[in-house]
């Protein structure tokens, strides 16, 4: 079903069931648990402080799956990095997106980061009081001000997730190949084929990545990036496999709240 929360401490409202796809007969995804998948922060702790409170009131069983690009382009990668940890030292799964892979790289070839730069690092920077300068003194001001605790949990952060017939990765899935036979580059930047030829062993597929006007779940694929950072909306889907079929998917999208 696709709820649609107005205010914070709101009922969800109604809004027709999502089906199965007729042509593909394929079933709604069946997890082992209650999951929720959420899009992409990218430093908007705000957004993410207003599903925490929804979630403790309306679904507070549900493992959260955090699908990637948690920072840049916001103004809060700091806050966001902070607050995801606490959710993934209480049960939470926080799966790393290619903005973290470019952050990444940036710290161990500071002399090829201005890819990262250019597509929300600086903010990321800023949310640490750092300013652009020299990559290798960069490097040093945001090593300090992180940690190296935080760095060696970002690196080792999954690059996708599955539980039954429901699996998660960033930015899709090499839909002709196995769940645990996929390319990390392909976990992370995606793949030509995801969305566009059915997966033939029935698995759906979560992802963020790829910007949607409105998150959606159809044929195996839940998209749930809706730009969050600068439209104020982050998507999430929650899957009860306890519920009926019919029952059993639900996309919602946070309160929106004034750009950042």
């Not at 009131?57 to 902070?82: C, E, T, V, W, Y």
């Amino acid at each position: 079903m696709v709820f649609s929360f107005l205010r914070r401490s709101a009922a969800p409202a109604r809004r027709p069931a999502l089906r199965a796809d007729e042509r593909t007969g394929l079933p709604p995804p069946g997890p082992a648990e209650p999951v929720c998948l959420l899009g992409d922060l990218h430093g908007r702790s705000d957004l993410l402080k207003r599903f925490l409170t929804l979630r403790a009131a309306h679904f507070q069983n549900a493992r959260i799956i955090f699908l990637g690009d948690m920072i840049d382009r916001g103004p809060d990668s700091a806050g966001i990095l902070s607050l995801v940890r606490e959710e993934v030292a209480k049960g939470a799964v926080a799966l790393s997106g290619n903005h973290e892979a470019m952050f990444l790289d940036f710290l161990d070839q500071p002399e090829k980061g201005l890819s990262w730069l250019k597509h929300g690092g600086v903010e990321m920077l800023a949310s640490y009081g750092l300013e652009p300068d020299r990559p290798e003194a960069l490097c040093d001001g945001i090593r300090a001000r992180m940690g190296e605790d935080m760095i060696a949990w970002l690196r080792a952060l999954p690059l996708y997730w599955q539980s039954g017939t429901l699996a998660a990765a960033h930015a899709g899935m090499d839909p002709q190949r196995p769940v645990t036979d996929q390319e990390p580059q392909v976990l992370q930047w995606g793949h030509r084929d995801f969305g566009r030829i059915l997966r033939p062993d029935g698995i759906w597929v979560a992802h963020g990545h790829t910007v949607m006007d409105r998150a959606f779940a159809h044929a195996g694929r839940i998209a749930l990036d809706t730009g969050a950072y600068a439209t104020g909306r982050l998507s999430f889907a929650v899957i009860d496999p306890n519920l009926p079929e019919s029952e059993r998917l639900m996309i919602a999208v946070t309160p929106q709240s004034a750009g950042p």
